[in-house]
C-alpha cells in the first residue's frame, strides 16, 4: 500500500539548543498517466487515492467525458514511480493519439508541457445554474475542512480540496501535495459515485489560480470557495464561465469576487434557491 507520508529523523535548533526527534513529510512520486500504452502525462504527487487521480485528471484534461470511458485502469508499481495504466474505448484512444504529449509538471504546477497560449487561458465550460447559499453555508464549510485532513495535519504540508453540501457537509474531502492533483482527485472522487456537483460547493486550502478554475468548470461545481486570494485571470475566468468564486475566507469572514447573488444575506434559509 502506497504511504500518503513519512517518519523522518532531524535535528532542531530550538531555544537556543540543538534537539534530536522526528518529524512527518508527505511522500512524493512520479505518477505517470498512461492511456492505451502511451504515456500523457508525468505528475509528482501524494501516492494516495490514485483511481480518483487518474479518472479526475481523465476528465479535466478532456480525454474522457465519464468514468465509463476508462475500460480498465491499474495502478503499477515501478522502481522510480507508479503508473497508472488505463485503456480507454477506441474512439476515446484515437482522440488521446492525436493529441498525446509528455508533460513533465513538478509540485503545485498545473500548466506545464501546454503548448500554446491559447491553450493554457482556454474558456473555462459553462456552468449550470445551482442553488444559492447563506453565509452560514460558507462558513460552515470552511470549518469542517481542517478536521478532515488527516495528511495536513500530520504534516502542515498538503493541500486539500473538498466538496461540500447542505444536507450532508462535508461528502469528499482529497489531499495531495500539488493543488490541482488535489482538485483532480476531487473530481475523480465526485464522478466515480456520482454525486451531482451542483448541489454543492468546493472548498480549497490553496489559492485559486485560473486552472483550478477550468478544472472546477469541468466538475460543473458553481461555487469555488478558497482560503487564498483568486487571481485576476481566475477570477475574469471565473465570471465567464458562471462561477461564483468566494476567496480570502477565514474564521472572521470572506470576499465574493463574482456572481454575488448565490450567496444570500438570509440566515434562516431554509429553501433551495436558484439563480439565472
Not at 481523465?58 to 491499474?74: F, I, K, M, Q
Not at 495502478?75 to 507508479?82: E, K, M
Not at 509538471?105 to 498545473?110: H, I, R, S, V
Not at 456537483?197 to 466538475?219: H, N, W, Y
Request: charged share 20%.
Amino acid at each position: 500500500m502506497h504511504q500518503p507520508h513519512r517518519i523522518v529523523d532531524r535535528r532542531a535548533w530550538r531555544n537556543g539548543r540543538f534537539e534530536e526527534g522526528t518529524r512527518a513529510v508527505p511522500e512524493e512520486a512520479a505518477v505517470a498517466l498512461t492511456y492505451n500504452g502511451g504515456t500523457y502525462a508525468v505528475m509528482m504527487a501524494t501516492p494516495q487515492d490514485l483511481t480518483d487521480f487518474a479518472i479526475g485528471f481523465s476528465l479535466s484534461e478532456g480525454v474522457v467525458r465519464s468514468p465509463r470511458d476508462v475500460l480498465s485502469l491499474d495502478i503499477i508499481d515501478l522502481d522510480d514511480g507508479i503508473e497508472l495504466r488505463m485503456w480507454l474505448a477506441q474512439e476515446r484512444a484515437e482522440l488521446v493519439n492525436e493529441r498525446r504529449r509528455l508533460i513533465a509538471g513538478p509540485t503545485g504546477c498545473g500548466l506545464c508541457g501546454i503548448d500554446s497560449i491559447a491553450e493554457a487561458v482556454r474558456p473555462a465550460a459553462i456552468v449550470a445554474r445551482g442553488r444559492a447559499f447563506a453565509p452560514r453555508d460558507v462558513m460552515a464549510a470552511l470549518s469542517g475542512l481542517a478536521p478532515l485532513q488527516e495528511i495536513n495535519n500530520r504534516t502542515r504540508a498538503v493541500h486539500a480540496a473538498s466538496f461540500w453540501t447542505p444536507s450532508h457537509g462535508i461528502v469528499a474531502l482529497r489531499e495531495d501535495v500539488g493543488r490541482h492533483n488535489a482538485l483532480d482527485k476531487l473530481a475523480g472522487a465526485l464522478a466515480r459515485h456520482d454525486i451531482a456537483a451542483g448541489d454543492g460547493m468546493v472548498v480549497l486550502t490553496s489559492r485559486v489560480s485560473v486552472e483550478m478554475v477550468q478544472k472546477a468548470a469541468t466538475i460543473g461545481v458553481p461555487v469555488i470557495v478558497a482560503v487564498s486570494a483568486p487571481t485576476a485571470l481566475a477570477i475574469r475566468t471565473a465570471d465567464a464561465a458562471g462561477i461564483t468564486l468566494v476567496a480570502v475566507a477565514r474564521s472572521d469572514g470572506f470576499e465574493i469576487f463574482t456572481h454575488h447573488a448565490r450567496i444570500v444575506a438570509h440566515a434562516d434559509l431554509k429553501e433551495p434557491a436558484y439563480v439565472g
